[in-house]
């Protein structure tokens, strides 16, 4: 088991917002943009929390990510918008975005934005949250740097480009989906590297296009771009479906990049050294546009029970419901949270050039 | 190979129309019907093309389905609509909430309806082509019979809710997503139990919950009711993601089911002899809601070749787009269609009771 180290976050918040503030964002976008990083980890999703921060800031010094968070709007109607990020911070882009979506639901009944030129945006839930805590629908979509491999091919084209919706519940706790398009996320295979575990033939294939159990010699491919990636839900072959994954991660990529005229594909993190150009879809459903909200949270709420009182398979004693993991993540995390010794250990890094320290409470 | 028979496209239309007004549709009910079915032929979707013509025919017999096809109007926005089909045939009910929903979206840019107490409405597809007649962006899920179990469950609570989203192209055919939730759906089964061959582990579950390759054990416990079933997209276990497929169909059912205050999971198709409850979720969105028709087709344009182009597997010739093959098959099926053997007899038994008869052109 590897070492971790328990920080107040409180303390963790001080911290990153310190940092961000300290390589130029404005208070209120480090603000946003820490809350993003923290409700990772709190939730759980490690790979996309603080463990994030020196790729921001190397990004903000290199000048792929813009200081400045310009929020263009290039078209509008009561139900929709386009906006170009300038390439600006993905988090508080995204933020600002779904704010606007907010109201524009609470207007006209729903509203859809599609939005280019941003950065990697975090947690794709995180913005669902936001319309989930106002009682509505929400939808959150990004594409993401090319890692993935599509049926038959063999080289990776399209992003993990991840699917999150949710839905509020009155009892029970709002169904939240957040989950990548690929069998499992870059992340995964990382962890099985270190360990020396084979990995599952649906996850990755090597640089031929033929599904690979080699989580180390997957990623050398990707760095060396010698071919090969993740491989879609469903796997690599047309027999376990791997066309559906490959399907809704082209529909991603289509929502968040074609709609608005920006990059997908292959485009994202095109040019070295380039802005990334990265693509969001954001989404809000005012509840009055269907049943109402107190309808649709006891209809969800019956739902819900529906699918957790359904029988168990054998050796198991609970069927989850999509976010739930993660909202007991969260309340376990509500004062505290965990960091990977690493992790601590590089944001301390980080924070010293700015005189920020950030302190461990076991 | 088992032996199949050509007819001609219309004899076919002719003939199912002829059967459909006799069991008491109207000429237009009928009509639209036999438009639905005879497209998945042509798709070469034969699950869910006049084969299933008999089980219509029962259920309008047996009073499932209702004659009369009313849209009740429940509630309605500038950009939704509820609405209860009253047990009317899917067929028709879907494809006049789809006609709305166009409508409305080239007025207020786009719209999205729920509908509840309709039957099966065969492919979802069907309605996805409707808006991109129009040059528009078409959505359509519905819910359907539980055959899928939950991840970590045993017995089947959801369906395979299929997914249809499709985006229109200029120079290249349309983007059309038409898939399940489930990694397969249950006629697959079917055609490997008639086989006797092993189907991949991530297709269905023992009546334990336990991932099984053995179709004709599957198929009996699902009909005898004793537990297993399908499994969703990305199989039984978390390790393979099958909780994602999981989510996804929960998020259909919910669209469907749960926005329109419908039958969800285990009440579809809940009581025997009773009306079957089945709820779809339509939308349509027009590209003037994001950066117009012409940028949309060109954009579209590019990301699909950008895929067809890419690098292939070794050993594979072509990289598909959702959609594709089944254009191509309906091009090659334009005039006549071939059916299995089996399902030109079961017509022509079905059409012996009101003096109709298909005839062969092979």
Known sequence: MEKRITVNNTDLKTFVVGVLKNVGLSVENAQITTDVLISADCRNIESHGVARLKRYVDGIKTGIIKLECMLDIIRETPVSLVIDGNGGMGQPIAYHAMKKCIEKAKQHFMCFASI???NHYGIAGYYTLMALEENMIGISLTNSAPLVVPTFGKNAVIGTNPISIGFPGKNERPFLLDMTTSTVPRGKL???????????????????????????????????????????????????????????????????????????????????????????????????????????????????????????????????????????AMEKNKTT???????????NEIGAEFGLSLKRID
């Open 190 to 328: 990382e962890v099985y590297s270190r360990e020396d575990a084979a990995i599952p033939d649906s996850w990755a294939c090597d640089e031929k296009g033929n599904p690979s159990i080699d989580a180390a010699k997957v990623l050398d491919n990707l760095i060396a771009r010698k071919g090969g990636g993740l491989l879609p839900l469903g796997g690599g072959i047309e027999l376990t479906s791997g066309h559906k994954g490959y399907g809704l991660s082209a529909v991603v990529d289509i929502l968040s990049g074609v709609l608005s005229s920006g990059a997908v594909g292959l485009d994202v993190y095109g040019k070295k050294g380039a802005p990334a150009e990265v693509c969001h879809f954001l989404g809000v459903i005012n509840p009055e546009a269907f049943m109402g909200l107190d309808e649709l949270q006891n209809n969800m709420d019956y739902y819900v029970q529906m699918l957790k009182n359904a029988s168990k398979a054998d050796g198991q004693t609970r069927i989850f419901v999509a976010g739930e993991k993660e909202y007991e």
């Open 116 to 118: 280019r030129n941003s």
């Open 337 to 347: 949270v965990s960091l990977q010794n690493k992790v601590f250990n590089t944001l």
